[in-house]
């Protein structure tokens, strides 16, 4: 089993900065795929940035110039710089990991996991 543990949320004025973090742990053969998502109220969960094993990454248009996504492969932990937060920032963000779990010597079975999910609140 794989565990997330998110950290790094809470309330910041307009302008300000948050940093969140995502440490993954448990049966990790290997990790592809991380990245982070953002469900606000009455709204569908959206993909903020994501990263790959090797560095590149894809970052929604609104947050793009503001949000910096990045990783510690060694330590299984996915980041989000988050500055110049504006109001409509705000919502609950989660992390999302795509993990590897060996099952034999030949096979290893990805399936993606999901954090809790933080409280990110922008004021006005």
């Known amino acids: 089993q794989v565990q997330l543990v998110e950290s790094g949320g809470g309330l910041v004025q307009a302008g300000g900065s948050l940093r969140l973090s995502c440490a993954a742990s448990g049966s990790i053969f290997s990790i592809r795929a991380m990245g982070w998502y953002r469900q606000a109220p009455g709204k569908q969960r959206e993909l903020v940035a994501v990263?790959?094993?090797?560095?590149?990454?894809n970052y929604a248009d609104s947050v793009k110039g503001r949000f910096t996504i990045s990783r510690d492969n060694a330590k299984n932990t996915v980041y989000l710089q988050m500055n110049s937060l504006k109001p409509e920032d705000t919502a609950v963000y989660y992390c999302?990991?795509?993990?590897?779990?060996?099952?034999?010597?030949?096979?290893?079975?990805?399936?993606?996991?999901w954090s809790q999910g933080t409280q990110v609140t922008v004021s006005s």
């Open positions: 990263i790959t094993t090797s560095g590149p990454s």
């Open positions: 999302n990991t795509e993990v590897g779990t060996r099952l034999s010597d030949a096979t290893v079975y990805y399936r993606d996991y």
